[in-house]
């Protein structure tokens, strides 16, 4: 398989593995249509092949693995409607799930920024491999959208109250926190990656859990752990407003810094997520999530939202955006129901386990 620098992502055989790297580090790695499509085709390829025994994602640089989609490019084709955003989502989505039900070792590295996309690629990988660089987050909220490639999926298994703390306030893990959170499995210092991948590759290497056992180190302490029993009694509640009027007379300045954090988040976003996260506790798989991920964030982009969050955050940098609704007690639950019911039969996305 011929590599460019160039490349969006770089795709190649090394050893016993598939390589699969992204390359847009000045945009930290950013997700296009194009890469989505270059990665499902490369891991359908790999899944029958038998001389690839497991599959390595990373990014290039130190910033990021990927910083989430490009939001931008979707911005920019609004004026054609929801055409593009659409085949984004869909075939993304499509992808994550492969990804979750991938046959063999999938093994992601976490390392720098991963947001929004890069969640959704390594996410709900077999093994997920965070450093002393590691930020996660899904920020999605800021840009009035909510947490998708199946970020309500993992986000509801998440500790108690600690799901709805990260979705809504769009706060970034460092590994510790991803790991407690379950957005993450092992920790490995930076300088030890390369070491690691070496091993990985190499056809006599040995088990995959033994070379990155070998490597494994401590992450320290959690922020999100020690801050549970504060999570837990602000983000416990049934609605948006139950936890901010318990924030807003809670002591201390975690709790007043979060409610000016969700001050600024899409009143509409807020909603969708909390009752997108609950409604994924009881579903069946990552894949029915993201059915219904992918119905909130079609009408997100159609009734303008996302498209305001994006300007006010990417393409103006006014950081004033015009929420619609502006207040959370606009927000009504006719509103939740509707966005969360299915679209048009024939424009669900429509996944199921089986075609993982």
């Known amino acids: 398989m011929q590599v460019s620098a160039t490349d969006e992502v770089l795709i190649r055989r090394q050893g016993r593995a598939g390589r699969l790297t992204m390359n847009r580090p000045q945009a930290l ?13 490369a891991l359908l390829a790999w899944r029958s092949d038998p001389a690839v025994e497991l599959v ?7 910033r990021a693995l990927c910083a989430g989609g490009d939001v931008r490019a ?8 929801s055409r593009l955003a659409r085949s984004f989502w869909r075939e993304e989505y499509r992808l994550n799930a492969l990804i979750g039900r991938y046959p063999k070792p999938f093994l992601a590295i976490q390392d720098g920024i991963v947001m929004g996309g890069g969640i959704g690629l390594s996410g709900h990988a077999g ?10 987050a899904m920020p999605e909220t800021g840009i009035g959208l909510i947490p998708d490639v199946g970020g309500t999926w993992l986000l509801s298994r998440a500790p108690a109250a600690v799901g709805a703390y990260l979705g809504l306030t769009g706060e970034a893990m460092r590994a510790a926190d991803a790991i407690f959170a379950g957005f993450a499995d092992v920790f490995v210092g930076s300088p030890n990656i390369g070491r690691m991948v070496e091993r990985l590759v190499d056809p006599g290497g ?26 837990d009694q602000g983000f416990s509640a049934d609605t948006v407003e139950a936890m901010l009027s318990t924030l807003s007379v809670a002591p201390g300045e975690w709790a007043q810094t979060t409610v000016t954090t969700l001050a600024q988040k899409s009143p509409k976003s807020l909603k969708l ?3 997108a996260i609950r409604n994924a506790r009881h579903l069946a798989s990552l894949e029915h999530a993201l059915n219904v991920e992918y119905r909130l964030c079609v009408r997100l982009f159609e009734d303008g ?15 004033q955006p015009k929420w619609s609704p502006a207040r959370l007690q606009d927000v009504m639950p006719q509103l939740i129901a509707a966005y969360v019911a299915p679209l048009a039969p024939q424009e669900e996305l429509g996944l199921e386990p089986s075609q993982g």
């Open 29 to 41: 790695n950013a997700l296009t249509l194009g890469m989505v499509r270059q990665i499902w085709s």
């Open 56 to 62: 390595v994602l990373d990014g290039t640089g130190e």
């Open 74 to 81: 979707l911005y920019d084709s609004r004026s054609e409607g």
């Open 127 to 136: 093994h997920r491999i965070v450093t002393d660089r590691s930020r996660l």
């Open 206 to 231: 040995g088990s995959v859990v033994e070379i990155i056992g070998s490597v494994a180190g401590n992450p320290g302490p959690s922020m999100l752990a020690n801050r549970r029993t504060d999570i």
């Open 273 to 275: 997520t909390l009752a």
């Open 305 to 319: 939202e996302f498209i305001e969050g994006v300007r006010a955050l990417i393409v103006d940098k006014d950081r």
